[in-house]
């Protein structure tokens, strides 16, 4: 079944303490990238990635890294969460910009 | 000046009805157009992309109108199973999508 995964869906964690969201598809999708979505401000991009080891920051880069070095995978790290990234993440694939993004499940995340 | 505008809603319409909202966005240069339904806070589905002549998908219509830059959606003979949150997408250039924060709709009963 074609699909994007993204683990864990749920995570409660405390100020400070890197974190790893991972993302996988398995449609062999050139573009990925990282949203976040806090109400009333609807899906915000962090960063995407055009393919294998090409990454770009979106709208709202900071307190966020991430990586391609695999074409399926693209991890979010927060390396030092703080409570404003307490939000829902979602991560999407695509072959190409102008064509249909497909996303994960979800991540909702609380730093406390 | 936010990219992708949207009327948040709520729509609440019966069932059977029709109900229509549009969408802004800012950017001239933008190139590409779609609809995405999203169901209670679980991750969006494309809809429909918007074509320049307008497009239609059931009982799903969608229009372009570049000049005044807003997009519009519309759905006929409303079933409760649309109730949802429908997200405005405008693709502005080199894998930027920019999202409105979403038109709710309910129908009900």
């Known amino acids: 079944e074609a699909q994007v995964t993204q683990n864990p869906r749920y995570l409660i964690t405390v100020t400070g303490k890197k974190l790893t969201v991972t993302c996988s598809q398995n449609?062999?999708?050139?573009?990925m990238s990282w949203y976040r979505q806090d109400p009333g401000l609807g899906l915000r991009q962090i960063y995407y990635?055009?393919?294998?080891?090409?990454?770009d920051k979106g709208d709202v880069p900071e307190g966020y890294k991430v990586s391609r070095k695999e074409k399926r995978n693209f991890p979010l790290i927060l390396e030092s969460p703080s409570p404003n990234q307490t939000s829902l993440y979602f991560c999407?694939?695509?072959?190409?910009?102008?064509?249909?993004?497909?996303f994960g499940q979800g991540t909702r995340l609380t730093v406390v | 000046r936010k990219e992708v505008e949207q009327d948040p809603g709520p729509f609440n319409v019966p069932e059977g009805a029709t109900v229509a909202f549009n969408c802004t966005y800012s950017?001239?240069?933008?190139?590409?157009f779609f609809w995405y339904r999203q169901d209670c806070r679980k991750e969006p589905k494309l809809l429909m992309s918007?074509?320049?002549s307008g497009n239609e998908d059931g009982r799903f219509t969608a229009q372009l109108n570049r000049a005044s830059q807003y997009i519009s959606l519309l759905i006929r003979d409303s079933k409760l199973s649309d109730s949802a949150t429908y997200l405005c997408?405008?693709?502005?250039?080199?894998?930027?999508?920019?999202f409105g924060a979403g038109t709710t709709v309910t129908v009900r009963a």
């Open positions: 918007v074509y320049s």
């Open positions: 997408v405008v693709n502005t250039y080199d894998y930027k999508l920019s």
């Open positions: 999407a694939s695509g072959f190409r910009e102008n064509t249909e993004a497909f």
């Open positions: 990635s055009m393919n294998v080891e090409v990454t």
């Open positions: 449609m062999n999708h050139e573009y």
């Open positions: 950017n001239s240069a933008s190139q590409s």
